[in-house]
């Protein structure tokens, strides 16, 4: 195990311990999350063709972009998507009282948002909803971030595929993300280490 994921799981696990004192009579849950940009330039994946004939993808480079963030917990696959056309710190502020609002924060949980490092993500001038505590990633370590892993999924229906408008990618894009079932979420995303809810007395 490198230092860095010793250093960032125990960081983790103590914001949980910490957590579980102040608040017990609350579940404690650990999330993550992330964003992923995708845009009229297409996603492009390898296709097979037949031997000696060069595969065709329709592309242009139009760059007009959708942001998607999404907000899981691993060990259940309970994930809220959000679409935009942009983010930015007080998009991203809003995000998070939304995000709080509806998973209930602050309630009958309390929630460890795990996070990268981005610009937005940072925490001077960001308020932070009541029942959400942040813990930041070391910058580069997307290995550590399970919310990572759901692009690949997400991608799938869009691969390859060319859309005329934002509008025509944000409806695929979103009829994606309504389809994905905990199951494969959780297979995608539920890390050995990562912690398990603490649940009340």
Known sequence: MSIRFANRAKNITTAVAEAAKQHSDKSIE???????????????????????????????????????????????GETFWYLSNAINKPFFEA?????????????????????????????????????????????????????EHLWPLVDEPVANKYFDTLRGLDQAVAERCRHLEAPTIRARTNFHWWPRPVRPN
């Open 30 to 76: 650990v999330w993550a999350t992330d964003e992923h940009r995708l845009g009229l330039k297409p996603v492009h994946r390898r296709v097979w063709a037949p031997v000696g004939e060069r595969p065709i993808a329709l592309g242009h480079h139009r760059f007009e972009w959708l942001h998607l963030t999404a907000f899981v917990e691993p060990t259940s």
């Open 95 to 147: 995000l998070l009282a939304k995000f709080a609002e509806e998973a209930g924060a602050g309630h009958g949980r309390i929630i460890i948002l795990v996070l990268d490092n981005a610009g937005w993500h940072g925490p001077a001038g960001l308020e932070v909803p009541d029942g959400i505590k942040l813990v930041f990633l070391p910058p580069y370590s997307p290995e550590l971030q399970p919310a």
